[in-house]
């Protein structure tokens, strides 16, 4: 019965606990829900800011045709790629991983990557990538924007003096509330290949518009804003992805520890209806002994 009683207190104590990693993971839940809406929302936005700059761009061509020399040169790739500072995130870092090392495995160039996010640096340290010193992911919104400035001067650094002739994104990008995948982006060269992409867009009306004192500074405007936004929405995906990332974790914890959480009950429950049984059947044995001195 001793033994009884002791697996009792045991599973009582892991029900308790139990209860407690379950109230922790709903509270993660909640956060996670919450973060995915509002980087959802930036997406969102900045998808209908990137096709304005696209059409101002797309204008700025039809009006003045010579381009600044953004021309490659023969040097490294520098690759920038959006990973996670925190856990509890699945598969996130680790599908992102794979991916851009059989992406760049294609790529006989020398590569220079610059990673955000400490988990997936060190998951990147694995292979023989040549890793620079990266950024700090941004934990807010109003966080993304210096970390964006930084690393366009950072990019425009190594490209002045000869260092990158390339530029590629690596994030993942949600595609619903929380499945993502990885994806990759080119971001420079400016070359005839991205300029032919541009010129392919349709214009929205029958009448093209024209850029007041279109110029070469116009220009560059337009293309150091797609620059920014181009960065700024990677990062708003990849942090989006994250979350939803952390919310399906989240999701199967919770389920998972509800279905051990009914199985610990049933097995206490058990346990004390066993118990139970045996007082009273020493009850019985008892009365039945002391009916039998009487006689």
Known sequence: MSDSIDSSDVLKRKINSASDLHSVVRSM????????????????ALNDYYRTVQLGL?????????????????????????????????????????????????????????CIGERLQSRLSESTLNLAAGFI???SINAIPPLIGEMLLKMESLRAQGQISEVIIFHNKPVSRTIYQPFSHRL???????????????????????????SEETLLAFIHEYLFVSLYRACAESLASENASRLST????EKTINELV???KGRFHLLRQNSIDEELFDLIAGFELFKKSDY
Request: glycine share 6%; with cysteine.
């Open 262 to 264: 009914e199985v610990m």
């Open 29 to 44: 839940k909640a956060m996670a829900a919450a973060n995915v809406g509002q980087y959802e929302n930036a997406v969102e």
């Open 250 to 253: 989240m999701l199967r914890a």
């Open 137 to 139: 992911l941004p934990k």
């Open 188 to 214: 420079l060269p400016l070359d005839d290949i991205w300029q032919k992409d541009l010129q392919s867009i349709t214009w929205p009306s029958n009448s093209l518009p024209e850029v007041i004192n279109a």
């Open 58 to 114: 797309f204008t700025c061509f039809h009006q003045y045709q010579p381009v600044p020399d953004l021309q490659p040169r023969k040097a490294c790739i520098g690759v920038l790629v959006f990973g996670s500072d925190q856990g509890l995130v699945g598969q996130f870092n680790d599908l992102l991983a794979d991916f851009v090392l059989a992406t760049l495995g294609k790529r006989p160039e020398q590569k220079i990557v610059y």
